[in-house]
């Protein structure tokens, strides 16, 4: 018999799986970050730092005023906890995961498939022995080690990027190479994978392609709590077809459960170990790329939040702004934020503030009390509210009152 979920159970479900719906604890403890990756799986990297870098946003709206020194050096000290690859997009993961995830990478956005073969094939050789004899180099640095870009390349290969970044590029995504860490500037150290990934050569191993979906999917799943094949896809970008396949060998051995959600046309799956929560205590600000957010539809679907992201969009077109953060309150998403750091001017920027039409009536006084809390957390020492949006006036007054 096919269990059925109120919409409301759907969504307490994800709240409680993503780690959002007990709220912050008063103090994070040691391991909390990590033991938040393990929720999550992943954090998603994006190279925007209008406010702070994406994967640190997660991170905050779980855990409050964390130390954002514990990621850095998770991902760059060994033994490394935290390791980049493609996930959702570029991404720190587990690096359990890594090997499951290189089993089914079929990426090529942005590699340098279109180099003559004896470029590409000379370039990687060179690479390899500059960073095999070496230490840890990021592009520019690769590309001086190797005498300049003497490399066939016309100088407008896609986002101007140099032969060798492309390569550089090819060979992290087959797992080759690894970052080793990122610089002050934001950029990728690469160096050989055996060298920086805590199982060695051993990581290097091949995964069977199916069972990498169907441990892949799983863990998607457990992310989620609740989700279609669709969402638990998207999550780790599988193929859906094999995510149909897998989640179908999940229900069989009893790790899913298939359920209905009141409203959606479409079957969905339940994690044997999810908890729905009785409610959710959440208030975060959510990042552009919490993990959350990440199937729009489902967003949608679960929140009656319908969620674009603005930032390629021509400012006279943009309704809500550039990096705008949902704001989440208990088991709602009751407003949307346009945030920017001034970080000379040690102040963080509500561009525009707009609530959402069933915002409850505390919404203003809950997210001035988060922005203060953010501002704190980013070293800023004010919050200045713009007037703009359906919520600016209110939440500005609000503000003044923290």
């Known amino acids: 018999m096919t269990t059925t979920l109120t919409l409301r159970q759907a969504r307490l479900a994800a709240l409680g799986a993503q780690g959002l719906a007990r709220g912050r604890p008063a103090k994070p403890a040691a391991g909390s970050v990590e033991r938040t990756l393990q929720r999550l799986q992943l954090l998603q990297i994006d190279s925007v730092n209008v406010?702070?870098?994406?994967?640190?946003?997660?991170?905050?709206?779980?855990?409050?005023?964390?130390?954002?020194?514990?990621?850095?050096?998770?991902?760059?000290?060994?033994p490394r906890r935290?390791?980049?690859?493609?996930?959702?997009?570029?991404?720190?993961?587990?690096?359990?995961?890594?090997?499951?995830?290189?089993?089914?990478?079929?990426?090529?956005?942005?590699?340098?498939?279109?180099l003559p073969a004896e470029v590409r094939d000379r370039l990687s050789h060179d690479i390899m022995a500059v960073l095999d004899g070496g230490p840890p180099l990021t592009a520019r640095e690769t590309a001086r080690r190797l005498g300049g870009e003497k490399t066939g390349d016309s100088g407008n290969w896609g986002w101007n990027w140099s032969a060798s970044k492309r390569v550089l590029e090819d060979l992290f995504a087959a797992g080759t190479l690894s970052s080793a860490g990122r610089t002050q500037q934001f950029e990728r150290l690469y160096a050989p994978t055996a060298r920086v990934h805590p199982a060695g050569e051993a990581a290097l191993e091949a995964s069977d392609p199916r069972e990498a979906v169907l441990r892949l999917t799983e863990?998607?799943?457990?992310?989620?709590?609740?989700?279609?094949?669709?969402?638990?896809?998207?999550?780790?970008?599988?193929?859906?077809?094999e995510t149909a396949t897998a989640v179908a060998d999940l229900v069989r051995s009893g790790t899913l459960r298939r359920v209905d959600v009141a409203g959606w046309n479409t079957p969905a799956y339940l994690h044997t170990d999810a908890v729905i929560p009785r409610r959710s205590a959440a208030r975060a600000l959510?990042?552009?790329?919490?993990?959350?957010?990440?199937?729009r539809n489902r967003l949608e679907a679960l929140f009656g939040f319908r969620y674009r992201l603005e930032i390629y969009t021509p400012p006279p077109k943009r309704r809500y702004g550039y990096y705008v953060l949902p704001f989440l309150l208990g088991e709602q998403i009751a407003a949307r934020v346009d945030l920017k750091a001034d970080r000379s001017g040690r102040a963080l920027l509500v561009q525009a503030a707009h609530r959402e039409p069933e915002a409850p009536a505390g919404t203003a006084v809950e997210l001035a009390a988060e922005l203060r809390m953010m501002a704190d957390w980013l070293g800023l020492e004010d919050v200045i509210v713009k007037p703009l949006g359906n919520l600016a006036e209110e939440l500005k007054l609000a503000v003044c009152r923290e």
């Open 219 to 241: 863990l998607a799943a457990r992310a989620h709590g609740v989700g279609s094949v669709r969402c638990l896809a998207d999550y780790f970008r599988l193929p859906q077809r």
């Open 82 to 114: 935290m390791t980049e690859y493609w996930a959702h997009e570029a991404s720190y993961i587990r690096p359990e995961l890594f090997a499951d995830l290189r089993a089914v990478q079929r990426r090529v956005w942005m590699t340098a498939h279109s």
């Open 51 to 78: 406010l702070a870098r994406s994967h640190y946003l997660p991170l905050f709206s779980r855990l409050g005023r964390y130390d954002t020194a514990v990621p850095d050096r998770l991902s760059s000290q060994a």
């Open 286 to 295: 959510l990042s552009p790329f919490d993990s959350l957010v990440f199937e």
